[in-house]
């Protein structure tokens, strides 16, 4: 079956950048979406289409998709930016959508 | 505003049944799928299968096929899904999802109901 990787954590300074990737295999036909989940609360849609960012998410998230490898990035990043972040895909071979092994992004 | 609001927390004895409920507003619910997500306590996120509300049409996770049923009713505005012969391990957080559909193809979740917590235990 068709598996994503995230790296477990990642941790990053206020005010820095935060870069979370996501790993799969032909993943240039894929489009990929991006979801934040703070604790106790459902799932919060960040990107979607790869690079395109819903209404109300603000500029600081973005994403991209190259080769292999899709990238949330969050800019200058504050404590409000402290959650689990999942990626996902639809398989069309399998007709099945497939969730990332989540981030945890941790601000020092 | 568009919203997905679903029942309320479950408890239930192993191989007894459940049903959730997931109740959809301010959008149009034919035009768009639903799909359902669960989340076990401390893991990540897990997809059980989409319903195309336009046709009916369903897929479902290899891990729960044969044991889950997706439906949803036009007149109410509501999704289901039903688990069966529950385990111990199918302790979860439930959620659906709306989903956004993209020349026929299913794509992004937005937004998703606020979650039913289903406890298994004897």
């Known amino acids: 079956s068709y598996v994503l990787t995230q790296p477990p954590s990642v941790s990053v300074a206020p005010g820095q950048t935060a870069r979370i990737t996501c790993g799969g295999d032909n993943f240039g036909s894929k489009s990929v979406h991006w979801y934040q989940q703070k604790p106790g609360q459902a799932p919060l849609l960040v990107v979607y289409?790869?690079?395109d960012r819903p209404s109300g998410i603000p500029e600081r998230f973005s994403g991209s998709n190259s080769g292999n490898t899709a990238t949330l990035t969050i800019s200058r990043v504050g404590a409000g930016d402290e959650a689990d972040y999942y990626c996902q895909v639809w398989d069309g071979n399998s007709e099945h959508y497939v969730f990332g092994t989540g981030t945890k992004v941790t601000v020092l | 505003q568009v919203q997905l609001v679903q029942s309320g927390a479950e408890v239930k004895k192993p191989g007894a049944s459940v049903k959730v409920s997931c109740k959809a507003s301010?959008?149009?619910?034919?035009?768009?799928?639903i799909s359902w997500v669960r989340q076990a306590p401390g893991q990540g996120l897990d997809w059980m299968g989409y319903?195309?509300?336009?046709?009916?049409?369903?897929k479902y996770a290899q891990k729960v096929q044969g044991r889950v049923s997706m439906s949803t009713d036009t007149s109410t505005n509501t999704a289901y899904m039903e688990l069966r012969s529950l385990r111990s391990d199918d302790t979860a957080v439930y959620y659906c999802?709306?989903?956004?559909?993209?020349?026929?193809?299913?794509?992004?979740?937005?937004?998703w109901g606020q979650g039913t917590l289903v406890t298994v235990s004897s």
């Open positions: 319903i195309s509300v336009y046709n009916g049409n369903t």
């Open positions: 301010g959008y149009t619910f034919s035009t768009y799928g």
């Open positions: 289409d790869d690079s």
């Open positions: 999802a709306r989903v956004r559909m993209v020349r026929g193809v299913p794509n992004w979740f937005d937004p």
